[in-house]
C-alpha cells in the first residue's frame, strides 16, 4: 500500500485559501485521480486500489459524481481564467466507462472553461481500452492518450506484474492513433531485474514503430512496502544497478534521437514542441493546478495542498460538505526558489543563471568546466552527461 501523507497545516473546512491567494498567471490545469486498478503492479506504490482493497463507502460507479462534488467547492475557492490543461491519471481512468470520463471533462468545462487548444489527457493500461473506447474518449475531446508500455518483453512485465501481453501496448498505440488522438504517448520503464540490453532495445523498436509522437523512459525505483521491494530484500531478484540505468538511458536518448523524439524534460522525448506534455510542463515551470481525488495534490498562487487517501474518507468528506484537502503549505520563495531550480534544470530549455545567487552562478561554471553544463545565451543547459547526473549538478547549485 503507498506510504503515508506528508504533514501540515489543516485545511479549513471549505478548502478556501490564504487571503490574496490565486492563480499566478503561468498557466492552470486540473489533475483528476482516478484511484481504481484491477490488480496491483508488484513496484507501484500509487495511491491506487483494487476492488478488495476499497471496502466501503467508495465504489467505480459512485465515484464520478464525488470527484463532481470536490469540483464544485473548487469552484468556490479559485476563478481561473482558463484551464489550459487536463490530466486523468491513475490508477487507471480508463477502468471507468468513457461517459463517466467525459462527464467529468463537461463538467470542468462548465466550472472553468476549456481553453481552446487544451490538452486533455487520460492515462490507460493498455489491456483497459480497444478500439470502441478509445473513440469514444476521442469524441468526448480527449486530446491525448499515455498507455503504460514498461516494456515489450516477457519477462520483465512478469516481474513487474504487468498484466498486458507483450504487444498490445504498441498496438493500443496504433488503435489510438487510428481513433484520431492528436497525441499517444507510450511509458517504458529500464532498469528492471532481469532485463537485458537487447530486451530494452526492442523495446524502444516497438515504442517507435507504433508511431507516437512521445515516449516516456524512468529508471526502476524500488519504493518500500511494495511486493517488489519485498522480493528484493529476501535476495529473490537483485537490487538495480546504477550503471546498468545509465547505459540504458544512453540506449534511449539514441535510439528516440534516431527517431526523431528530442529530449526536452530528462525522462522525455517528444516529436516536436507540438508533441510535449503541456500538462507536465505546465508543473514543471510554476504553473497552478487542482487536483481531484483522494491523495492528489494540487499548487495555487504558492500553496501546495494534498487530499485525504482514501476514497471512503475522501467521499465521507465531501458527502458533508467538507474540503476533502487532508493539510497543506505555503511555499516560502526559498522554497519555492530550490524547486524551480531543480524542475527548471531538468528542461531542455534550460536554468536562467539570473535565478542563481554568485555561488550557484560558480557552481554552474565549474558544473560547465566539467562537462555537466552547457552555458548558452543566459542559461544552464544539461549536457548528455548532465542528464545522467542531474540531481547532483542541481545539489551543487543551490545554497
Known amino acids: 500500500m503507498p506510504g503515508a501523507l506528508p504533514e501540515g497545516e489543516a485545511v479549513p473546512r471549505d478548502g478556501s485559501l490564504p487571503p490574496g491567494t490565486g492563480p499566478g498567471g503561468r498557466g492552470f490545469g486540473v489533475y483528476v485521480h482516478v484511484p481504481f486498478c484491477a490488480s496491483r503492479c508488484g513496484y507501484c506504490d500509487f495511491n491506487t486500489y483494487t476492488a478488495a482493497e476499497l471496502g466501503g463507502g467508495a465504489s467505480r460507479e459512485a465515484y464520478p459524481q464525488t470527484v463532481l462534488a470536490e469540483l464544485a467547492l473548487a469552484a468556490r475557492v479559485v ?47 493498455p489491456e483497459s481500452v480497444n478500439p470502441a473506447s478509445l473513440q469514444r474518449l476521442r469524441k468526448a475531446g480527449f486530446t491525448r492518450v499515455s498507455l503504460g508500455m514498461q516494456s515489450i518483453a516477457p519477462g520483465v512485465l512478469q516481474v513487474l506484474e504487468r498484466r498486458h501481453t507483450a504487444g498490445r501496448a504498441p498496438a493500443a498505440a496504433v488503435e489510438a492513433r487510428e481513433a484520431g488522438f492528436d497525441h499517444v504517448n507510450l511509458d517504458l520503464i529500464y532498469g528492471t531485474p532481469g532485463e537485458t540490453a537487447d530486451d530494452f532495445a526492442a523495446s524502444l523498436a516497438a515504442a517507435v514503430g507504433a508511431g507516437v509522437d512521445h515516449v516516456s ?70 504553473g497552478d493546478w487542482w487536483g481531484l481525488g483522494p491523495g492528489a495534490h494540487s499548487h495555487v498562487g504558492g500553496v501546495r495542498w494534498w487530499n485525504v487517501k482514501h476514497p471512503s474518507t475522501y467521499a465521507a468528506r465531501l458527502a458533508a460538505g467538507e474540503s476533502p484537502g487532508y493539510a497543506r503549505e505555503v511555499l516560502a520563495p526559498d522554497d519555492r526558489h530550490v524547486e524551480d531550480v531543480m524542475l527548471r534544470l531538468r528542461l531542455a530549455s534550460g536554468l536562467p543563471l539570473d535565478v542563481l545567487d554568485a555561488q550557484g552562478r560558480a557552481a554552474a561554471g565549474r558544473a560547465a568546466a566539467d562537462g555537466l553544463l552547457e552555458i548558452r545565451d543566459g542559461h544552464a543547459l544539461l549536457t548528455l552527461r548532465g542528464r545522467l547526473l542531474a540531481d547532483a549538478v542541481v545539489r551543487d547549485l543551490l545554497p
Open 217 to 286: 523512459a524512468y529508471s526502476l525505483i524500488v519504493e518500500d512496502g511494495t511486493r517488489l521491494a519485498a522480493r528484493m530484500r529476501r535476495g529473490d531478484l537483485p537490487y538495480p544497478d546504477d550503471d546498468v540505468a545509465a547505459d540504458r538511458y544512453l540506449a534511449a536518448d539514441a535510439a528516440l534521437d534516431a527517431a526523431g523524439l528530442t529530449w526536452y524534460e530528462v525522462s522525455n522525448w517528444a516529436a516536436g514542441p507540438a508533441a510535449r506534455c503541456r500538462h507536465n510542463l505546465l508543473y514543471w515551470t510554476g
Open 79 to 125: 476563478a481561473p481564467a482558463r484551464v489550459d490543461t487536463v490530466f486523468v491519471g491513475g490508477g487507471t481512468p480508463t477502468l471507468l466507462d468513457p461517459d463517466d470520463l467525459a462527464r467529468i471533462l463537461e463538467a470542468i468545462d462548465r466550472t472553468w472553461g476549456l481553453a481552446a487548444d487544451a490538452e486533455v489527457t487520460t492515462e490507460a493500461n
